[in-house]
């Protein structure tokens, strides 16, 4: 009786494992949506965050927040959620990073952008260069802010390093494989909203755009240096998101810093909060619905989104804008494979070789200037555009193999029906060289106009042959017969 007491009671709780009751049922709290895997190298989705965010059926973006670690970033989002440290994203005071991975705070908020309702998602990141962790692991993180958000705010404490720059290689990338493109055509997605935000209280009589300019101004190289020339790249090209990208400054909100969870907004100082107030306003101003191939993207599209940036970011051993280049392209590719396949599949075989290979190159051509036209990427859609060439061959030798099969399969049954006409013509009761002659040529005739393709010469010479020996036999007996 006991036995079977708790044998029922596992059977419950086991059911109620199965069942996914393990549901959310207080989104107002943050949520971990994409975690370091064990050796902190690679990410990995949290499907707690993943909930939070497929709920929602209106149209999402997203703000992030990435920066150095111990930098202010969750107290930074607190604030602008209008949330205190102990109902917001966890606050650490200790040296180890407080957020690992990317979490995302799970009550949207609700915003009216150009007419259409959209739930804004706020994101925390795990800080830069936090001990115990790699520069890969970073890049990692920078490089799924940068795709997923719609407004990107790079929190940095009182100046810009070279190091702040360097970062940015990854959203420069992105922004000339991506935006580059001719303005009216679609893009695979809309570039996040550059914000940098420098959090110091003096800047020295330059405003916030002209440090950040000076920041960016190109530094002479006259030694040489690799790293130099790389980070006045990242300069040159961080022109390509001129219009994308704005400047804010923040003073600090208090001398006392690690006190700051238990301060009101009248303890603060009246400049920050003006400041903090005016930010939000400047980020509800920019802030636009995430846009895929020109498509809004509603909870679910958005995971799904994640879900294939993730896979290819963690792709190799760096994150790499070809393999998301990739990503984007595989279902232009399928399309015009498609089209190529249509096209060939058009075809009434068989047919002669050369116009099957006339067929082919005008299919072909067909399909890589629709990929031409429709493919994303400037530099990196080259492998995309190789695989679309190498999968396009693949279909065209099957087309020619059923050339083949379909020719000797046509060929083979008009040499059969020839020959058993000679057969007939050989045993006439009454031979004659005038209906053999007819029959002959009436056979050649047809095998002519109707065997075509690759298989056509192989058969003309068995055909040749045969109706050879079926002239030399008849004319034998039939010379017999006229004798006898």
Known sequence: MEISYWVSVVSIVLLFLVSGSFSIDNFHQAFPIVEPDPGHTKLRLSREGLEAISRITTPIAAVAVIGPYRSGKSFLLNQLLSLSCYEGFGVGHMRDTKTKGIWVWGTPLELDIDGVRTSVFYLDTEGFESIGKSNVYDDRIFALATVMSSVLI??????????????????????????????????????????????????????????????????????????????????????????????????????????????????????????????????????????????????????SFLEQILEALNKGEIPSTGSLVEVFNKGILERCLKLYSERMGKLGLPMPEQSLRDAHERSREEAMKAFDEQHFGRHHAKRSAEQLDEEVKEVYKNVIMANE???????????????????????????????????????????????IGPSKANYEQRMTKMMGKSRSLFIKEYNQRLFN
């Open 154 to 303: 790079y929190n940095l404490p009182e100046t810009i390093r070279e190091a702040d720059i360097s970062r940015l290689s990854f959203a420069v990338e992105l922004a000339e494989e991506f935006y580059g493109r001719v303005k009216g055509q679609d893009v695979a997605f809309e570039p996040a909203k550059l914000l940098w935000l420098i959090q110091r209280d003096f800047l020295q009589g330059k405003s916030v755009k002209e440090m950040v300019d000076d920041a960016l101004r190109h530094v002479p190289n006259t030694n040489g240096d690799k790293n130099i020339d790389q980070v006045n790249q990242i300069r040159d090209s961080l022109a390509v998101m001129g219009d994308n990208s704005t400047a804010f400054s923040l003073p600090q909100p208090h001398l006392m810093r690690t006190k700051l969870c238990d301060l009101k907004d009248d303890d603060l100082d009246p400049i920050y909060v003006k400041k903090r107030e005016q930010l939000k306003e400047l980020v509800a101003s920019v802030i636009r619905p995430k846009i895929v191939q020109g498509k809004p993207l509603n909870g679910k599209e958005f995971v």
């Open 405 to 451: 099969y379909q020719s000797s399969k046509l060929c083979e049954a008009l040499y059969t029906q020839c020959e058993d006409r000679m057969d007939q013509l050989q045993v006439l009761r009454l031979p004659s060289m005038a209906k053999f002659n007819a029959g002959f040529l009436q056979c050649n005739q047809s095998f002519e106009r109707g065997c």
